[in-house]
């Protein structure tokens, strides 16, 4: 019995270097994504409040930092991972079945998520 993540990708047959590869071509900086940072640079420096508003309000760039063959394996093996590369893998499994013709998945499918309230809700729930 392997990890959740592991029995998708062989379930959907995916293997996990086309993973890599579009996580790569994901998240790499595109110049859309430099001009982003420039506008918002420039408007922490300005006096003028309407700037700083407009430039938080803009779309937010792309990360620059796709997954690693050490985050795939670490996920592969049940190992924890930040949420942000949680988030990154499933782009990059999300574009892999867009290429096959399939339906997207949520972060649910993929990864066992911790109830909410984490440690708080089952000490609650043991004691009740």
Do not use: C, Y
Request: aromatic fraction near 2%; proline fraction near 5%; avoid cysteine.
């Amino acid at each position: 019995m392997g990890t959740k993540i592991e029995d998708f990708l062989k379930e959907k047959k995916i293997d996990p270097r086309r993973v890599l590869a579009a996580s790569a071509k994901i998240e790499r900086l595109q110049p859309e994504d430099r001009a982003i940072r420039l506008t918002k640079r420039l408007a922490r420096g300005s006096e003028d409040a309407a700037k700083k508003k407009d430039a938080a309000g803009a779309k937010k760039p792309r990360s620059g930092r796709p997954v690693t063959d050490r985050t795939l394996s670490a996920a592969l093996q049940g190992k924890p991972i930040s949420g942000p590369a949680k988030t990154r893998l499933l782009r990059a499994i999300n574009r892999v079945l867009e290429q096959k013709k399939q339906e997207k998945v949520d972060l649910t499918a993929i990864f066992d998520l911790p109830k909410k309230g984490g440690a708080a809700a089952e000490g609650a729930e043991a004691a009740g």
